[in-house]
């Protein structure tokens, strides 16, 4: 295990949703199973006027988010946790000058003897993160004060850009005041164990990376469905849309695990070289023809789901009522590589599906030679099914005899599930990566250029999808799989593998 240096975690944005609802949360945890080091301190920055006790109350006592530990636990153990928490106004804007703010970093270092080491959390909008770089390097906040003492990390929130040109101007306002290995980029994804495990799937076992290439593969599907509509957040997701919000970072960070090459080591830089390496070799579509063939956008319309109904995108709050923009988005892509030849790569991302599930679908290529003749057509190809969430697991579709005469073949389940490793406490995304974080290891955030790589793919549909009329928006009934039309996208295959709840339910699920 790593060891956790003493220090000093300063959260921007600490009256924010995110930090009472994920943050806190995760911090607690983190605290109960005993990962903090012997002097640990949150100080939560932001616009309101809190004192310390109120910002304890607001983040643990009164959190919804902790009610049940609070009502449960220890008292004095609870307090333990509070305690380690200061609050500081920082006025009217972020963009101002910080000498208050060292100060209170500074009283609080030596108090509490976290060492000189300091990681800023920005749980802001992007527009924030360049100012309140230089705001804190005004006042000599972003370097250690010694070759080997302290350090300085930074933490940034997603939507990392809007573009690529945005996230360039990102990047290279963060680098200005931090060096790159100081810059954390989250993409909670990348937190979640079931999306760590696709390297260990592929990397450590000889059975599946021989098979893991063009001449076995016939195509690759991923899937993220979600439950929900846009909730609050239709201020935000309206000008965002699902290809920005998910797909242009988790999605293709998904798929970079699956396409890159073994690296040479287990190292952050190793992983992250092959992982560019991947995302850059990801066919960039530029021809109109093939931007309108390969990519598809829909938006989920009321509906009613057991019994009650459920209002559709332009109904929510903060939607323009004539809103384009898509909750659901599809794309074809190829990559040009020699292991990915000609191999299409199916992804979909959608709110308002009949269940909540992440899942990687491995088509392998039928037998080249069919000796059992009566087996069924459509499903006839060995599967591997790489399940994220929920059920988390890994399952294998391959042939077995049916009992009886003759060589009727049928399709079996081999299957894992995570579950049954139930000694394993496994961390939540957020505690695994403010963990690392803390341990300063950057293997599990996005470098720089994997941001660039994956906006300079995503750049083109974009714009695409903003400028040429012809491109449909299609309604699709809330809790449905999408628009009628969807399975168009997949020619020369039966379509989405539309999945269930569980790991081994079998397509065509549906709830509404
Ligand atoms: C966020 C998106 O990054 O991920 C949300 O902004 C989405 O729109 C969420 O709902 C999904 O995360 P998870 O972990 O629930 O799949």
């Known amino acids: 295990m790593n060891s956790t240096s003493n220090q000093l975690l300063v959260i921007f944005g600490a009256s924010g949703d995110l930090t009472a609802r994920k943050l806190i949360p995760a911090l607690y945890n983190l605290y109960a199973d005993g990962h903090f080091p012997e002097n640990f301190v949150v100080l939560g920055a932001s616009r309101s006027n809190l004192s310390d006790e109120d910002f304890r109350k607001r983040v643990v006592y009164e959190s919804e988010f902790l009610k049940d530990e609070v009502k449960s636990r220890d008292k004095e153990f609870i307090k333990k946790f509070a305690d380690m928490m200061f609050y500081t106004d920082l006025g009217d804007d972020y963009d101002s000058e910080y000498s208050g703010l060292a100060k209170r970093i500074n009283e609080l270092n030596s108090e509490h003897k976290t060492d000189d080491n300091f990681t800023f959390y920005l749980s802001t909008p992007p527009s924030l993160y360049e100012p309140i770089a230089k705001n804190l390097y005004d006042q000599g906040l972003t370097k250690g004060s010694g070759s080997d003492k302290g350090f300085r990390r930074i933490v940034v929130e997603k939507p990392f850009g809007y573009s690529l040109e945005t996230a360039k101007e990102l ?54 469905a979600e439950t929900v509509g846009v909730e609050k957040r239709g201020g935000y997701y309206d000008k965002s849309g699902a290809l920005r919000d998910m797909f242009q970072s988790h999605l293709l960070q998904i798929v970079s695990l699956i396409v890159m090459e073994p690296p040479i080591n287990a190292s952050a830089e190793e992983i992250h070289n092959e992982k560019v390496k991947a995302l850059k070799s990801l066919r960039i579509m530029r021809d109109e023809k093939e931007l309108f063939d390969h990519t598809m956008k829909g938006q989920y319309i009321a509906s009613s789901i057991n019994g009650k109904r459920v209002k559709g995108y332009r109904e929510e709050e903060g939607v323009d009522p004539e809103s384009k923009t898509e909750t659901y988005a599809a794309v074809k892509f190829f990559v040009d590589n020699w292991r990915w030849k000609d191999v299409p790569f199916y992804v979909r991302t959608a709110k308002r599906m009949p269940t909540k599930v992440t ?69 939540d995304a957020y505690e695994r990566l403010l963990l690392d974080a803390m341990q300063g290891d950057t293997t599990l955030y996005a470098r720089a250029d994997e ?35 969807s399975d168009d996208l997949i020619e020369d295959a039966n379509g989405w593998r539309n999945p269930g709840e569980l790991l081994t339910d079998e397509t065509g699920y549906c709830i509404i």
């Open 359 to 427: 899942e990687v679908v491995i088509h392998f290529k039928t037998q080249h030679h069919q000796v059992f003749k009566n087996q069924d057509i459509n499903n006839k190809d060995n599967k591997l099914i790489i399940r994220i969430q929920p059920d988390e697991g890994i399952l294998i579709k391959f042939g077995v005899k049916v009992p009886g005469q003759g060589f009727k073949v049928e399709r079996a389940n081999l299957d894992f599930y995570y579950s049954s490793l139930s000694d394993n406490n496994i961390m």
């Open 171 to 224: 990047n290279a306002g963060l680098q200005k005041y931090f060096k790159e290995r100081q810059i954390y980029r989250i993409d909670h994804y990348l937190g979640k164990e079931t999306v760590q495990n696709l390297m260990v799937t592929r990397f450590s076992n000889s059975i599946f990376e021989p098979l893991w290439n063009r001449n076995y593969i016939h195509h690759v599907e991923i899937t993220n």
């Open 451 to 485: 941001v660039e790589a994956a906006w300079a793919f995503v750049d083109p549909i974009l714009e695409y999808w903003a400028k040429d009329v012809n491109v449909n928006t299609y309604g699709y009934p809330a809790g449905t799989w999408g628009p009628k039309n």
